[in-house]
């Protein structure tokens, strides 16, 4: 089995100029642990909840994060692989490196989908309880697209 078959391609994304605050809002509304960041469609880096960890401090029992950007806080040139990479090589990489997502990228470095390790886990499920349904049409969307209320 590959990439393509498991990898999430209704992905959020966000820039490198995202305010650091503004993508954890994002995070914990989409229920997410992982964000893209782009530039033009091109992958420049992963922002994950263990950034945003080590960034942050406690203040008076609260999390708070500094008013700095993504690019100040981000994992630079992530580990990528291909739709086609197998899921096992995919796996390996997770347990090498201890991260949980892998973006899938097309030969221009742009990105296709990502790849985590709850889409991993996903495949110990009874066939009975996969879906058949083909995988969503991969979509860019800004973190504003994503933040702003629907009418």
């Not at 490198?16 to 995070?27: F, K, Y």
């Not at 997410?32 to 033009?40: A, D, E, F, I, N």
């Not at 203040?59 to 992530?78: H, K, W």
Request: hydrophobic share 40%; charged share 20%.
């Amino acid at each position: 089995m590959k990439a393509s078959r498991i990898m999430t391609i209704n992905v959020t994304c966000i820039t490198p100029e995202t305010p650091l605050p503004r993508a954890q809002a994002l995070m914990k509304q989409l229920r997410v642990r992982h964000l893209p960041v782009v530039t033009q469609g091109v992958l420049c880096g992963i922002l994950s909840d263990r950034d945003l960890l080590s960034r942050g401090s406690l203040l008076e029992g609260t999390f708070v994060l500094p008013d700095i950007s993504t690019s100040q806080a981000m994992t630079l040139r992530p580990i990528t692989c291909r739709a086609g990479t197998p899921v096992s090589q995919l796996a390996a990489l997770m347990l090498e490196h201890r991260i949980d997502s892998l973006p899938i990228v097309n030969a221009f470095n742009e990105l296709v989908g990502l790849v985590t390790s709850t889409d991993l886990m996903s495949l110990l499920l009874e066939p009975e309880q996969l879906s058949n349904e083909p995988p969503f049409r991969f979509q860019m969307c800004t973190a504003d697209e994503r933040m702003a209320p629907s009418a």
